[in-house]
């Protein structure tokens, strides 16, 4: 009881265990839990009051924390669906992606995919292998499905095998689990598809035309959850794509062709399997067929690396992943930096409220809860904020990072998300303030030595640091903003501007050439090239180059370019020395090499000089400037260039600007005689270009709005 206010028995405190003289004594078997109840109900009763008593405080508080929390939800959600991506499967932690190592004496190069015949030696000689399954992706190319009078455009298609659902957990819905493919030419097909092509008919039996096939669908599957980097609507038997084999020199089925490595291949181990191990034992099985192979192994990678690595073990996306959980940590920081300084910017303003409590018998614990709880329920109106701001901040986050985040309401992940985040700000926000109030003394404050007198340092502490995140926010717009500048503004040295890249490859045989020449023929074409490759967007490569003087440690990886006679022309690639393709017939064994390979292959005054390439014998007929065929990410390759008159992969065509989309639509209509089913796909080379800095682009979009919501956070004070 109070000296001073011998009458404060006549009504309880929460900071008190003084009882009314006229209470009754009861007994309360749990008399401790029941003060913490009413001590905590009277926490947030006062917290309520005070938030009410200070309107003005309380919104910019609120506010603020709820667009912080509502940034950091975004970019930390996002973040977390990135680091567990694939996570979902059972076996997981034993699944893997086969990858080929190249080694070469100047390089060493790691692939994606695998030759066919590795997973069925895999099979035979790998003891630790539980189940093992290749898949040929569709890499986004539009098709055709046919269903009674029907036509449907898809590109969410891929070949595979039974193993495959043996490994992944992708649920077998209607068909049997055990065999989704039955024997023979066959296609399982999601729900989606299901439902898009019959109906509420049952798909199991029907008949679709695909690629000039027909083929049964045997199996429906559960549509592809958002957190797997695998998605298909489509999963067609590999026995389609054995069906339409033609041979691969000596190989003569796709089981045998170790010549071709465009399979992903994944792999379920034993528990205790040895991956090392299995990769050496496919190897040697390569080397039975092929003992001067290149390839020297076979690593296996983890299914928790696929995704954010590249198959050399470099960052890939994870680098994207990392400037989101950075930027997303900055901006929680600074929206708790600013709730701090607004919270000890008012203390001296609460002095009366705390002596009050003091002298009444507060103890240092009960006024600790009093302002953590205080803050815990500001935090809560401003999660409640966040929610209504993560409805107009995610279309625009979809929009800017060209990015689908799928928020669903029931997603554990989204909930542990809340959890962390919301937990973390209390505890970040909400720490220090209750400190401090709860430490303050009456006395030592009169006199100038209170916890007070040191708010001023910490506070201005604060602010330095508020400011050194939001300027390493700007200055990695900046360094950003400069490196898309240089990639943008480097001279490629080829032509780019108003080209347009027709994917001609769509077309049957004679077709693509005829549809080329119809084309070449329009006005407002100012010029026209084809090639059996596309530029940016995956090159054939070979080792197969032999030339004298050349020892086994000089071996190269070498582009192989197949080309009409004026490439050199339209692009405007430099002639260095020798002689174009003008006067060049097919199959003359002449070729045209670039710098870098002329560099790597070690040769001087190469025009004129013979070499063999793919074990036919030819001349060097000229030697051109390098130029940009892959992303500026790269270091420019060697590269071979011969003509054929049967490049048919891609029309590159100079259109005139005004006249573009006239000369586009007319194109089109040329198209039609061929192929009145499938589109035209074409792109603007400059598009082209520009989307091989997509991650660049999306992290300075990131950051250009991720510096204005710092500047919206910065701390009034």
Request: hydrophobic share 45%; glycine share 6%; with cysteine.
């Given at each position: 009881?109070?000296?001073?206010?011998?009458?404060?028995?006549?009504?309880?405190?929460?900071?008190?265990?003084?009882?009314?003289?006229?209470?009754?004594?009861?007994?309360?078997?749990?008399?401790?839990?029941?003060?913490?109840?009413?001590?905590?109900?009277?926490?947030?009763?006062?917290?309520?009051?005070?938030?009410?008593?200070?309107?003005?405080?309380?919104?910019?508080?609120?506010?603020?924390?709820?667009?912080?929390?509502?940034?950091?939800?975004?970019?930390?959600?996002?973040?977390?669906?990135?680091?567990?991506?694939?996570?979902?499967?059972?076996?997981?932690?034993?699944?893997?992606?086969?990858?080929?190592?190249?080694?070469?004496?100047?390089?060493?190069?790691?692939?994606?995919?695998?030759?066919?015949?590795?997973?069925?030696?895999?099979?035979?000689?790998?003891?630790?292998?539980?189940?093992?399954?290749?898949?040929?992706?569709?890499?986004?190319?539009?098709?055709?499905?046919?269903?009674?009078?029907?036509?449907?455009?898809?590109?969410?298609?891929?070949?595979?095998?039974?193993?495959?659902?043996?490994?992944?957990?992708?649920?077998?819905?209607?068909?049997?689990?055990?065999?989704?493919?039955?024997?023979?030419?066959?296609?399982?097909?999601?729900?989606?598809?299901?439902?898009?092509?019959?109906?509420?008919?049952?798909?199991?039996?029907?008949?679709?035309?695909?690629?000039?096939?027909?083929?049964?669908?045997?199996?429906?599957?559960?549509?592809?959850?958002?957190?797997?980097?695998?998605?298909?609507?489509?999963?067609?038997?590999?026995?389609?794509?054995?069906?339409?084999?033609?041979?691969?020199?000596?190989?003569?089925?796709?089981?045998?062709?170790?010549?071709?490595?465009?399979?992903?291949?994944?792999?379920?181990?034993k528990s205790g399997g040895d991956h090392t191990k299995a990769g050496?034992?496919?190897?040697?099985?390569?080397?039975?067929?092929?003992?001067?192979?290149?390839?020297?192994?076979?690593?296996?990678?983890?299914?928790?690396?696929?995704?954010?690595?590249?198959?050399?073990?470099?960052?890939?996306?994870?680098?994207?992943?990392?400037?989101?959980?950075?930027?997303?940590?900055?901006?929680?920081?600074?929206?708790?930096?600013?709730?701090?300084?607004?919270?000890?910017?008012?203390?001296?303003?609460?002095?009366?409220?705390?002596?009050?409590?003091?002298?009444?018998?507060?103890?240092?614990?009960?006024?600790?809860?009093?302002?953590?709880?205080?803050?815990?329920?500001?935090?809560?109106?401003?999660?409640?904020?966040?929610?209504?701001?993560?409805?107009?901040?995610?279309?625009?986050?979809?929009?800017?990072?060209?990015?689908?985040?799928?928020?669903?309401?029931?997603?554990?992940?989204?909930?542990?998300?809340?959890?962390?985040?919301?937990?973390?700000?209390?505890?970040?926000?909400?720490?220090?303030?209750?400190?401090?109030?709860?430490?303050?003394?009456?006395?030592?404050?009169?006199?100038?030595?209170?916890?007070?007198?040191?708010?001023?340092?910490?506070?201005?502490?604060?602010?330095?640091?508020?400011?050194?995140?939001?300027?390493?926010?700007?200055?990695?717009?900046?360094?950003?903003?400069?490196?898309?500048?240089?990639?943008?503004?480097?001279?490629?040295?080829?032509?780019?501007?108003?080209?347009?890249?027709?994917?001609?490859?769509?077309?049957?045989?004679?077709?693509?050439?005829?549809?080329?020449?119809?084309?070449?023929?329009?006005?407002?074409?100012?010029?026209?090239?084809?090639?059996?490759?596309?530029?940016?967007?995956?090159?054939?490569?070979?080792?197969?180059?032999?030339?004298?003087?050349?020892?086994?440690?000089?071996?190269i990886m070498i582009a192989q370019f197949q080309v009409d006679k004026?490439?050199?022309?339209?692009?405007?690639?430099?002639?260095?020395?020798?002689?174009?393709?003008?006067?060049?017939?097919?199959?003359?064994?002449?070729?045209?090499?670039?710098?870098?390979?002329?560099?790597?292959?070690?040769?001087?005054?190469?025009?004129?000089?013979?070499?063999?390439?793919?074990?036919?014998?030819?001349?060097?007929?000229?030697?051109?400037?390098?130029?940009?065929?892959?992303?500026?990410?790269?270091?420019?390759?060697?590269?071979?260039?011969?003509?054929?008159?049967?490049?048919?992969?891609?029309?590159?065509?100079?259109?005139?600007?005004?006249?573009?989309?006239?000369?586009?639509?007319?194109?089109?209509?040329?198209?039609?005689?061929?192929?009145?089913?499938?589109?035209?796909?074409?792109?603007?080379?400059?598009?082209?270009?520009?989307?091989?800095?997509?991650?660049?682009?999306?992290?300075?979009?990131?950051?250009?709005?991720?510096?204005?919501?710092?500047?919206?956070?910065?701390?009034?004070?």
């Amino acid at each position: 009881r109070s000296t001073l206010f011998p009458y404060t028995t006549l009504f309880r405190s929460p900071y008190s265990d003084v009882r009314a003289l006229s209470e009754p004594e009861t007994p309360n078997p749990k008399p401790e839990i029941q003060n913490e109840i009413i001590m905590i109900s009277n926490y947030i009763k006062i917290a309520w009051r005070n938030l009410f008593r200070n309107r003005l405080y309380s919104i910019i508080n609120i506010f603020g924390l709820g667009l912080g929390l509502a940034v950091g939800f975004v970019l930390l959600y996002w973040v977390n669906n990135e680091y567990t991506m694939n996570a979902f499967h059972k076996k997981a932690d034993r699944i893997y992606q086969v990858s080929a190592k190249l080694e070469l004496a100047t390089e060493t190069s790691v692939w994606d995919n695998i030759p066919a015949p590795a997973s069925v030696y895999a099979r035979e000689h790998v003891p630790d292998l539980e189940a093992i399954a290749r898949l040929r992706y569709g890499y986004g190319v539009k098709q055709a499905v046919k269903v009674d009078d029907k036509i449907f455009i898809e590109n969410s298609f891929a070949y595979t095998e039974n193993e495959f659902f043996k490994i992944f957990d992708f649920p077998i819905i209607n068909g049997s689990a055990k065999e989704p493919f039955a024997p023979g030419l066959t296609v399982v097909i999601s729900e989606k598809i299901a439902k898009k092509y019959f109906g509420a008919e049952n798909p199991i039996g029907k008949i679709i035309r695909f690629r000039d096939t027909t083929v049964q669908v045997s199996a429906v599957m559960k549509n592809f959850p958002a957190n797997s980097s695998l998605q298909y609507d489509l999963l067609f038997s590999i026995d389609l794509l054995k069906a339409k084999f033609r041979g691969n020199g000596p190989y003569k089925t796709i089981d045998q062709d170790w010549g071709n490595y465009d399979y992903a291949t994944f792999a379920l181990l034993k528990s205790g399997g040895d991956h090392t191990k299995a990769g050496k034992i496919i190897r040697e099985g390569l080397l039975k067929v092929n003992e001067k192979s290149t390839i020297m192994d076979f690593p296996f990678r983890p299914l928790k690396d696929i995704y954010l690595y590249n198959p050399d073990g470099s960052k890939g996306r994870l680098v994207m992943v990392e400037i989101f959980l950075m930027v997303g940590i900055f901006i929680l920081l600074i929206a708790a930096i600013n709730y701090i300084n607004l919270v000890t910017a008012r203390a001296t303003q609460r002095v009366k409220e705390i002596s009050m409590r003091k002298i009444l018998g507060a103890e240092k614990q009960q006024l600790f809860g009093q302002f953590f709880c205080e803050t815990g329920l500001l935090i809560f109106l401003s999660v409640l904020t966040a929610f209504l701001l993560v409805q107009i901040f995610l279309p625009v986050y979809r929009q800017v990072t060209d990015t689908n985040l799928p928020v669903e309401i029931f997603n554990w992940q989204l909930w542990k998300v809340i959890f962390m985040l919301v937990g973390g700000i209390w505890i970040l926000s909400g720490l220090y303030p209750a400190l401090l109030l709860s430490s303050f003394r009456p006395a030592q404050s009169l006199r100038g030595t209170g916890v007070f007198a040191k708010t001023g340092i910490i506070r201005q502490s604060l602010v330095v640091l508020q400011f050194v995140v939001s300027i390493s926010l700007v200055l990695g717009t900046v360094f950003i903003h400069r490196q898309m500048s240089f990639m943008q503004e480097r001279d490629l040295e080829l032509k780019t501007d108003h080209v347009v890249a027709i994917d001609i490859w769509r077309l049957k045989g004679e077709d693509r050439l005829e549809f080329s020449r119809q084309v070449q023929q329009m006005a407002g074409i100012t010029g026209s090239t084809n090639t059996s490759f596309s530029l940016f967007d995956g090159i054939n490569s070979t080792t197969d180059l032999k030339w004298p003087g050349m020892s086994k440690e000089k071996e190269i990886m070498i582009a192989q370019f197949q080309v009409d006679k004026s490439f050199l022309k339209f692009f405007d690639v430099q002639l260095l020395e020798g002689r174009n393709l003008d006067n060049v017939s097919a199959n003359s064994n002449n070729w045209l090499l670039n710098e870098t390979a002329v560099k790597k292959m070690g040769l001087k005054d190469p025009v004129g000089k013979t070499i063999t390439f793919h074990e036919n014998q030819g001349t060097i007929i000229g030697v051109v400037k390098d130029f940009h065929f892959q992303s500026m990410h790269k270091e420019i390759m060697p590269a071979i260039i011969e003509y054929s008159p049967e490049a048919d992969a891609t029309l590159y065509a100079s259109v005139q600007p005004q006249q573009a989309k006239k000369l586009l639509a007319a194109a089109e209509e040329v198209w039609k005689k061929y192929d009145p089913i499938m589109p035209m796909e074409y792109q603007y080379l400059n598009d082209v270009v520009a989307a091989q800095y997509d991650r660049e682009t999306k992290a300075s979009r990131l950051f250009d709005r991720s510096e204005e919501h710092t500047s919206e956070l910065q701390s009034p004070i």
